[in-house]
């Protein structure tokens, strides 16, 4: 049942006399027959060295958090993240836990669910037996998400948004007494900072489940304290579930769709967004392009080329929002991407400094003229560009 493989022989040849545990959901995932593509490892003993010498044995990049104790290896076998055992203490809720080393015991203990309290022993010639200190086993067999302790949430709120993850995730259910935990401390969301916020967005928005997850955070009572200018409809789950994000279109966020199908859906003032979640002035921009083109009511009246000129200022998510609202039924994706990607003027600037102008701001200024003339179809060849443009310098130049 236990992972042999090239990976976990030179893990036995580095820990030495130090514990080495398969810990949290790579157990869980192994438990239920899943694919288990990253491994999550627990060291009593000097995380740093340790991870040091694996990659170097493994010839691998590596991150570390020493802050947190811990140590991320990319590997040709996935992801290892391995962590110092250690115990956490929370200034206040929603803090970014102190840590310290500790025992492998107090480190299973401070977790989050049971399901993910449990640990197999790494052996110079194989594995222990399953150490089990909370009865997550029993947990995984009645498919429970079930949290650790009554104040779980109020150290850590992001746990709650894992919960509706692992929820739909696993096909499981939420504990009676942890259900009413959540419910109690849903407001401790308040506490988190913009980038923990902004991070939890995008780990819902990367799951195959969001549009179960989003009905679960509003009937689960914390719809209001995470996404509180949109305004929820039963409308949202079938919509979100039907969009499927476009194989093959590199660079694709789905974070930034689902923010812009939410904020469409519910006409939500993207305002609090920019300032809650420290969107970049690039994402600012288009946000608010995106939302300003798919509310305006009169776009498909307008001229083709004015048409393609706005949208090919928009992201590649806020053009796909817009596809799936007006041009599904007419195009598809690949053709529509096409379509407005290599739509272009006939002339560009390279043309202009031909007709003897330097770069700088009248050649910048001339350009944006022949743009706004070509969108308004007063001229369709590169001849009759070149012809306006001669027109324009001559104008514009003393």
Not at 72 to 96: F, M, N, Q
Not at 277 to 288: F, I
Not at 337 to 362: A, N, T, W
Request: proline residues 5%; contains cysteine.
């Amino acid at each position: 049942m236990w992972p042999e493989n090239p990976l976990i022989c030179q893990l036995r040849k580095l820990c030495g006399s130090s514990k080495l545990f398969l810990v949290g959901g790579s157990v869980r995932d192994l438990l239920e027959d899943r694919v288990m593509k990253d491994y999550d490892f627990l060291i009593e003993g000097d995380v740093f060295n340790f991870a040091l010498g694996l990659a170097a044995r493994l010839n691998c990049k590596m991150t570390l958090n020493r802050q947190l104790l811990t140590a991320s290896l990319e590997t040709k076998w996935g992801t290892v993240d391995i962590a110092c055992a250690r115990r956490e203490t929370y200034a206040y809720p929603g803090a970014l836990p102190s840590v310290s080393p500790a025992t492998w015991q107090e480190d299973l203990s401070r977790r989050d669910f049971t399901i993910n309290a449990l640990a197999v022993p790494l052996l110079k010639k194989g594995w222990g037996k399953l150490i089990d200190l909370s009865g997550g086993q029993k947990d995984i067999v009645g498919k429970l998400i079930r949290s650790m302790h009554e104040d779980s949430f109020q150290d850590d709120p992001t746990r709650m948004l894992r919960a509706l993850r692992l929820k739909n995730r696993l096909v499981y259910r939420v504990e009676e007494k942890t259900f009413r935990c959540m419910q109690r401390d849903w407001k401790y969301l308040d506490c988190l900072s913009s980038a923990r916020r902004f991070k939890e967005w995008v780990l819902l928005s990367a799951e195959a489940g969001l549009p179960e997850i989003l009905r679960d955070l509003y009937e689960f009572g914390g719809w209001t304290k995470f996404l509180p200018v949109i305004s929820y409809t039963p409308g949202m789950t079938k919509y979100l579930s039907e969009i499927r994000i476009p194989e093959k279109t590199s660079g694709f966020r789905p974070w930034f769709l689902y923010l812009l199908v939410l904020l469409t859906l519910s006409q939500g003032d993207p305002d609090y967004f920019i300032s809650a979640w420290e969107l970049s002035a690039k994402d600012v921009t288009g946000l608010t392009g995106t939302l300003n083109l798919v509310r305006q009511k009169n776009l498909q009246a307008l001229r083709k080329r004015e048409q393609l000129s706005k949208m090919r200022k928009l992201p590649l998510e806020g053009l796909y929002l817009l596809y799936r609202q007006l041009f599904v039924d007419q195009y598809t994706w690949d053709e529509f991407y096409r379509g407005v990607h290599f739509y272009k003027m006939p002339l560009d600037g390279q043309d202009l400094m031909l007709l003897g102008l330097e770069p700088g701001p009248l050649l910048g200024m001339i350009l944006e003229r022949l743009e706004d003339s070509y969108e308004k179809e007063k001229f369709d060849k590169k001849e009759e560009g070149i012809e306006l443009a001669k027109q324009l310098i001559k104008e514009e130049t003393p």
